[in-house]
């Protein structure tokens, strides 16, 4: 309707039936390897093929959903002070075995330096599932695998939000 011709993300809200548009941004969001992980399609490709001029061959029927995926983002900051940005080198750095159900998108390895300066984000951790409950407990097992030395992380309070019985 508004002539735009790229791929790009659309926020949108479904309650039973009904439809609520909330944004659309040109380009894809940080969260989109959660939806790459259950439809199973690379949309940073797709997007790079549509803004060469390419044409999508996929039809909007012919995408279906499977399964459940989370996405955790491993921060350089400590929760005990306020989640305030944490500096220092990376000592140990150990990311969960990649499979076809886990996805680890990191910025960060063994001996660099995390500076506060910048955004705090040192990976990306994204799993799937069959179901809801399959995924959880695939987060849970992949977050307890990760070992990050030398800089306060968020990754025990990931892991306390992912066991909490609330979250299930």
């Not at 039936?17 to 941004?25: A, S």
């Amino acid at each position: 309707a508004v002539g735009y011709e790229n791929a790009g993300t659309v926020e949108f809200v479904v309650d039973g039936e009904e439809f609520f548009f909330l944004e659309m941004n040109t380009r894809l969001q940080v969260e989109h390897p959660v939806t790459e992980m259950i439809l199973g399609l690379d949309l940073v490709e797709l997007q790079l093929r549509v803004a060469a001029g390419e044409k999508l061959t996929l039809k909007q029927d012919a995408i279906r959903p499977h399964g459940h995926a989370f996405e955790a983002r491993i921060y350089a900051e400590d929760p005990r002070r306020n989640f305030l940005p944490s500096g220092g080198r990376v000592r140990e750095l150990q990311w969960p075995q990649v499979a076809d159900a886990v996805r680890v998108d990191a910025g960060v390895g063994a001996g660099d330096r995390v500076v506060i300066d910048y955004d705090a984000l040192l990976a990306k951790l994204i799993v799937w599932g069959g179901d809801r409950g399959q995924a959880l407990t695939a987060l849970r097992r992949a977050l307890r695998e990760c070992r990050i030395e030398g800089v306060t992380t968020n990754l025990a309070a990931l892991i306390a939000l992912a066991e909490n019985e609330d979250v299930a």
